[in-house]
């Protein structure tokens, strides 16, 4: 596919797009763009802008899409809105991937939760950059905390490359499934820290790591994430009787 400048798509999604520029979600102003991608390609030799100069979303839904491109840009100017709304299934994902950089100036995540797996800690990358991941998100959408003791909740990590969903029990810093001393060192480690996130002991997504935090993984301490039910053991039946019929002799 050519085109001399940029490439706006609206709407469902599902097939093969290899641009050689820019694809751009909410251009002008007053556009309002949306895209659900479902599966298939997308790719661009260019940017993806989410959110150029107008409002742009990108929906990102099944789990099989492979979404790429040189660099990724939510809210490109000023004035813009990018909303990222994540369809998130199975165990792993690698959502949107740029080879050079990220860039996240503002805007909106969303977690849709599907089919997650009931059990274990679990992580899933939603953008990943080759260089480096910059800027965070103003808005943050997660789901619920699941109920009951052992309960998982929702949390957001940024890392020089990545940003990522994460689900595991409140104290498990480091989404090992097990809250353990190794936890309460990331937590001690930042103790009265600002500007911090799950992985530095911010349980309560407040940015700061203080008491409350403490608590929480004090309530959680030498828990698991839940793990699957012990497997019944093995049925044994008896042998079916013999077809030879025994000899007379
Ligand atoms: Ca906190």
Redesign the pocket.
């Given at each position: 596919m050519k085109f001399e400048d940029g490439f706006r798509i609206d709407g469902k999604f599902e097939g093969k797009i290899t641009a050689g520029g820019d694809l751009v979600i909410g251009k002008f102003g007053t556009a309002t763009g949306t895209v659900q991608v479902t599966g298939g390609i997308l790719s661009s030799a260019g940017e993806l802008s989410i959110g150029k100069a107008g409002a742009g979303t990108l929906r990102v839904t099944g789990g099989g899409a492979i979404i790429s491109a040189r660099n990724v840009t939510v809210q490109k100017l000023a004035g813009s809105h990018g909303t990222i709304t994540a369809e998130i299934t199975g165990d792993s994902l690698s959502l949107i991937s740029a080879t050079d950089n990220v860039t996240i100036n503002g805007g909106t995540f969303e977690v849709v939760p599907t089919a997650v797996p009931a059990h274990g800690a679990l992580t899933w990358d939603v953008l990943s950059a080759g260089l480096a991941l910059v800027g965070s998100f103003t808005t943050l959408a997660l789901p619920p905390d699941e109920p009951g003791a052992t309960g998982r909740t929702w949390s957001t990590v940024y890392t020089p490359y990545t940003f990522s969903v994460g689900l595991t029990i409140p104290g498990d810093a480091n989404y090992h499934g097990l809250v353990n001393f190794a936890d309460l060192l990331a937590l001690a480690r930042h103790y009265n820290a600002t500007g911090v996130q799950w992985t530095e002991g911010?349980?309560?997504h407040?940015g700061?790591?203080?008491f409350?935090?403490l608590l929480a993984l004090a309530r959680h301490y030498n828990q698991s994430a839940p793990t699957p039910p012990p497997r019944a053991p093995p049925t044994l039946h008896p042998p079916p009787p013999s077809t030879l019929t025994p000899h007379s002799p």
């Amino acid at each position: 596919m050519k085109f001399e400048d940029g490439f706006r798509i609206d709407g469902k999604f599902e097939g093969k797009i290899t641009a050689g520029g820019d694809l751009v979600i909410g251009k002008f102003g007053t556009a309002t763009g949306t895209v659900q991608v479902t599966g298939g390609i997308l790719s661009s030799a260019g940017e993806l802008s989410i959110g150029k100069a107008g409002a742009g979303t990108l929906r990102v839904t099944g789990g099989g899409a492979i979404i790429s491109a040189r660099n990724v840009t939510v809210q490109k100017l000023a004035g813009s809105h990018g909303t990222i709304t994540a369809e998130i299934t199975g165990d792993s994902l690698s959502l949107i991937s740029a080879t050079d950089n990220v860039t996240i100036n503002g805007g909106t995540f969303e977690v849709v939760p599907t089919a997650v797996p009931a059990h274990g800690a679990l992580t899933w990358d939603v953008l990943s950059a080759g260089l480096a991941l910059v800027g965070s998100f103003t808005t943050l959408a997660l789901p619920p905390d699941e109920p009951g003791a052992t309960g998982r909740t929702w949390s957001t990590v940024y890392t020089p490359y990545t940003f990522s969903v994460g689900l595991t029990i409140p104290g498990d810093a480091n989404y090992h499934g097990l809250v353990n001393f190794a936890d309460l060192l990331a937590l001690a480690r930042h103790y009265n820290a600002t500007g911090v996130q799950w992985t530095e002991g911010d349980f309560t997504h407040d940015g700061l790591v203080n008491f409350a935090d403490l608590l929480a993984l004090a309530r959680h301490y030498n828990q698991s994430a839940p793990t699957p039910p012990p497997r019944a053991p093995p049925t044994l039946h008896p042998p079916p009787p013999s077809t030879l019929t025994p000899h007379s002799p």
